[in-house]
């Protein structure tokens, strides 16, 4: 499930600024303001403790520029635009990872054009995160909406590439993953999984008989390819 909701804080010493972009981002009624700070230390704390998805930030401040607060907050940080007067910081900014860099005075159409490309990161990394699967000892860890589902390894029936996903098949219910086929196989053990097939893995305890060039269980019938067809014929069910 996609959360269309962006989350944002501004930052900025200039009063009339941080109304500007409070006004601007009305205009959009998937943006949520969890507060505006002129403080760049209070700004630093709410970015810790609320963690936005989203923060604009002047650079120039008073005590802490904007470059020192994304700088400090790492890995943590959210997605950034910076708004500024100052165009000699637009090469440090975006090495800093930030999605985009206005320049003073801020325009609703400016603003708009910034909105489109965040929104877009937003949901291209939403979709990602969405299909990511964590490997356990015995077990699979998948997110579905903003749960987490374990799957037992022994119950995983056999595993299809699909493009940059892997469809995990179980008796149950399918899963979708953002992880390519050979990731599972670099994780999964090999004494219970083997790849019969550029598009397949199978779980060698579902399998009943190897025939014709198939590989056949309950409820499934699934193609060797000819690249694996000597090991898969070594094997013993």
């Given amino acids: 499930m996609i959360n269309n909701t962006i989350r944002y804080i501004a930052v900025d010493d200039n009063a009339l600024d ?7 981002a009305k205009q959009f009624n998937f943006l949520h303001c969890l ?3 002129s403080n760049p230390g209070d700004g630093f704390t709410a970015l810790q403790d609320l963690k936005p998805d989203l923060v604009f930030l002047d650079i120039e401040m008073p005590g802490m520029s904007g470059m020192d607060v994304l700088r400090a907050l790492k890995k943590d940080a959210p997605m950034a635009v910076f708004i500024t007067s100052h165009p000699e910081y637009a090469l440090e900014g975006f090495e800093l990872s930030a999605l985009d860099y206005i320049l003073k005075p801020l325009t609703q159409e400016r603003f708009g054009q910034t909105i489109v490309r965040v929104q877009e990161f937003h949901d291209t990394r939403q979709r990602a995160e969405a299909y990511q699967v964590h490997f356990e000892q015995e077990s699979l860890s998948v997110k579905e909406g903003y749960n987490h589902i374990r799957i037992l390894q022994n119950d995983i029936v056999y595993l299809e590439a699909m493009q940059d996903y892997t469809k995990i098949v179980t008796s149950a219910k399918n899963y979708m993953t953002l992880t390519p086929l050979s990731g599972f196989m670099e994780r999964l053990p ?7 097939h550029r598009s397949y893995a199978v779980s060698l305890s579902k399998v009943r008989e190897i025939r014709n060039g198939e590989i056949i269980g309950d409820n499934f019938t699934l193609p060797v390819g000819k690249t ?7 094997l013993k069910f």
């Fill in 18 to 24: 941080l109304l500007a972009v409070t006004e601007y």
């Fill in 35 to 37: 507060g505006n700070f």
């Fill in 228 to 234: 694996y067809r000597p090991a898969v014929s070594q």
């Fill in 190 to 196: 090999a004494s219970r999984f083997v790849r019969i």
